[in-house]
């Protein structure tokens, strides 16, 4: 009898202990699906605030290409259109990286706009500023050292 005693108190404690692994895991699945919906979250509004970015650089884009300037523009303005560009003109502005780097985005949309045919007449007026610091502001762009 103390057999069948001690092999039911055996099996209770192993029966208590899998209760407890049961339970702890049961904690960490939750925890993880915490951390998943939060993660997804995060993605929603990143991918939101993508998509609201690339809309605001369009419509910066479109403001210059109907006649607008840049007078009042921010940087962050400038960063916004040349997100847009580089989706627009990949080619173009991946071969403006490529030959002068890293540089600014005021000077990146000048870059952009000689390659669209602008004269330095047409990027001074999207500019606010006359053509021969247009030109000026061209020559100071160095290409990188090939």
């Known amino acids: 009898m103390s057999e069948k005693t001690e092999e039911l108190q055996t099996t ?9 692994q049961i339970k702890s895991l049961k904690k960490e699945s939750a925890k993880k699906s915490d951390r998943i919906e939060r993660l997804n979250n995060d993605i929603m509004v990143a991918s939101q605030s993508s998509a609201a970015n690339a809309r605001c650089g369009k419509e910066l884009y ?13 940087k962050q303005d400038y960063e916004l259109c040349m997100a ?16 002068y780097g890293n540089i600014a985005p005021r000077k990146q949309l000048i870059m952009l706009l000689q390659h669209l045919n602008y004269d330095y007449a047409a990027i001074g007026r999207v500019l606010g500023i006359n053509s021969d610091s247009v030109r000026k502001n061209s020559a100071r762009i160095t290409p990188l050292t090939k």
């Open 62 to 74: 479109h403001h210059i290409k109907n006649g607008g300037t840049t007078v009042t523009w921010t």
């Open 84 to 99: 847009y560009c580089k989706i627009e003109f990949a080619e173009t502005m991946a071969e403006i990286e490529r030959c």
């Open 12 to 20: 209770s404690t192993e029966l208590k202990l899998a209760k407890a």
